[in-house]
């Protein structure tokens, strides 16, 4: 669907009968368990029902945690290596949760399956968590992903030579502004499953969903905004990469998800790379909320999107 129609079709947009089955089932996945008083007790409470979510995932040929160097302590990262093969093309992929919740588990059935459609070496990468580790902290520790996977990599049966980089809501925009800020042709791709790409809050998509009614709201990302981001800092690239000097970014397949108040920022983003040039890709999650992509037990737009984004990588590293 090309972003022109997107936009017309944004006062019309709900959630599929399997969205409302997955929002349901994270319902009874919390029953039973006090409600969260705080940011600690919400990310043991995500901790603890997340392994429902990774049932039924490809198992990997192997699955390896390592600790890497960052600037004030290890990192944690997992590594999925589909096959043995060996000098296989690599994927680095950050988690999302405003930058303050979000961890390797959650978004491990992202991994395994694109570990295994794809054949590529996944390294999933933790990073220091907002708001005890503001910006810069999460992308500083994403960048020692990169150089660890670029020193380590070919330990893990991977050539980091042939490099993509991927990311979800946060995720996304730390995987953009990593690949902003790297040498050029680091990335031979990178995937963006609805990011947090811009810092407009008065986009149709955020006014429209803006009140929250199918999860994410407007106030809740700017509060996650206002714990990740230095006062009036936000127009940095860095932390708004949709401000980068995107015709130097690598090739980009960008996945909006269509009842999401941040689905205008995938549109704008991309609506800024046809402007320069060719090559990338933008695709709408029809019926689907903000946070689907880890949901593919349940839902089968989540598999179309893992397929379509193989599909991408393949024809770049494959």
Not at 28 to 42: K, N, T, V
Not at 220 to 229: H, S, W
Request: one cysteine or more.
């Amino acid at each position: 669907m090309d972003p022109e129609t997107v936009s017309d079709v944004v006062a019309g947009a709900k959630p599929s009968a399997a969205m409302r089955e997955v929002v349901a089932i994270e319902a009874r996945l919390r029953e039973g368990h006090p409600i969260p008083d705080g940011m600690a007790a919400e990310r043991a409470l995500r901790a603890q029902i997340c392994g429902y979510w990774i049932e039924g995932a490809p198992v990997p040929y192997q699955m390896t945690d390592v600790r890497i160097p960052g600037e004030t302590g290890a990192v944690r990262a997992r590594v999925y290596r589909p096959t043995a093969t060996t000098a296989a093309p690599m994927l680095l992929l950050i988690h999302g949760g405003g930058w303050a919740f979000g961890s390797i588990e959650e978004t491990e059935p992202l991994a395994r399956h694109l570990a295994a459609q794809t054949g590529m070496v996944v390294v999933s990468t933790s990073y220091r968590l907002a708001p005890e580790h503001p910006f810069p902290a999460g992308l500083h520790d994403c960048e020692a992903a990169l150089r660890w996977i670029k020193s380590e990599g070919r330990n893990y049966g991977g050539n980091p030579a042939r490099l993509a980089i991927s990311g979800a809501s946060a995720g996304a925009n730390l995987a953009a502004a990593v690949a902003l800020r790297a040498p050029a042709a680091t990335f031979a791709a990178q995937l963006l499953f609805y990011g947090v790409l811009g810092n407009d809050f008065d986009t149709p998509s955020y006014l429209h969903f803006g009140d929250g009614r199918f999860g994410l709201s407007r106030d809740r990302m700017q509060m996650f905004f206002n714990l990740y981001a230095p006062a009036g800092k936000t127009d940095d690239p860095a932390i708004t990469p949709m401000n980068g000097n995107l015709a130097a970014s690598p090739p980009a397949w960008i996945c909006a998800a269509e009842c999401d108040v941040l689905r205008d920022d995938s549109v704008q983003f991309y609506d800024k790379l046809r402007a320069l040039r060719s090559g990338d890709q933008f695709v709408l999650a029809k019926g689907a909320n903000h946070g689907f992509i880890n949901r593919v037990r349940h839902l089968p737009v989540a598999q179309e999107m893992i397929d379509s984004a193989t599909t991408f990588l393949k024809a770049r590293l494959l």
